[in-house]
T-cell receptor
């Protein structure tokens, strides 16, 4: 089976940097994705890592270490609109369908 | 281009009633998925489809059935609703094995279901 661990909540101030860690146990690991979800909204895709290293997309970066079964999402220059839940998800490469297993989510609260 | 749409947005059922949730996508995506999300938790995969006419079980399939008669539509059925099925249901789609966004799942706005 698949299991993912991420912190339940993080609080930070505007302009700060937040790192959300994700550790996973899985068979057939193919890649790690990150999704953002505002309260009452739908999840939206942020990033995907299949290989070790850092992927940067604007203020957000995502990192993967396959040997450590670990990844993180880095949120820089935090803004109030970044208050949301962030989910890591592993892709199962063993079967067709690009299936994802999601972590429980990290709620990020940005304070003025 | 509406993306992924879901019908209805909100529904209240009594225990034992049945209903069908409709998901439609206009992006010509091969893969479609149904998830449920309980308060304060992540998404759990119920069923998914890798193409028209195909369906497969996900992590929590019991009590649900699905059909994909047309490529653009993916239906989720509850034959006899139970209070444990109170949740928010999200549909998603992805392009599959091709395209620069093949690892992206696009989500619909969700259906909030309350079973009394």
């Amino acid at each position: 089976g698949q299991s993912l661990e991420q912190p339940s909540e993080v609080t930070a101030v505007e302009g700060a940097i937040v790192q959300i860690n994700c550790t996973y146990q899985t068979s057939g690991f193919y890649g790690l994705s990150w999704y953002q979800q505002h309260d009452g909204g739908a999840p939206t895709f942020l990033s995907y890592n299949a290989l070790d290293g850092l992927e940067e997309t604007g203020r957000f970066s995502s990192f993967l270490s396959r040997s450590d079964s670990y990844g993180y999402l880095l949120l820089q220059e935090l803004q109030m609109k970044d208050s949301a839940s962030y989910f890591c998800a592993v892709r199962d490469g063993r079967a067709a369908g690009n299936k994802l297993t999601f972590g429980g989510g990290t709620r990020v609260l940005v304070k003025p | 281009n509406a993306g992924v749409t879901q019908t209805p947005k909100f529904r209240v059922l009594k225990t034992g009633q049945s209903m069908t949730l409709l998901c439609a996508q206009d992006m010509n995506h091969e893969y479609m998925y149904w998830y449920r999300q309980d308060p304060g938790m992540g998404l759990r995969l119920i069923h998914y489809s890798v193409g028209e006419g195909t369906t497969a079980k996900g992590e929590v399939p019991d009590g649900y059935n699905v059909s994909r008669l047309k490529k653009q539509n993916f239906l989720l059925g509850l034959e006899s609703a139970a209070p444990s099925q109170t949740s928010v249901y999200f549909c998603a789609s992805s392009s599959g094995t091709s395209g620069s966004d093949r690892e992206t799942q696009y989500f619909g706005p969700g259906t909030r279901l309350l079973v009394l």
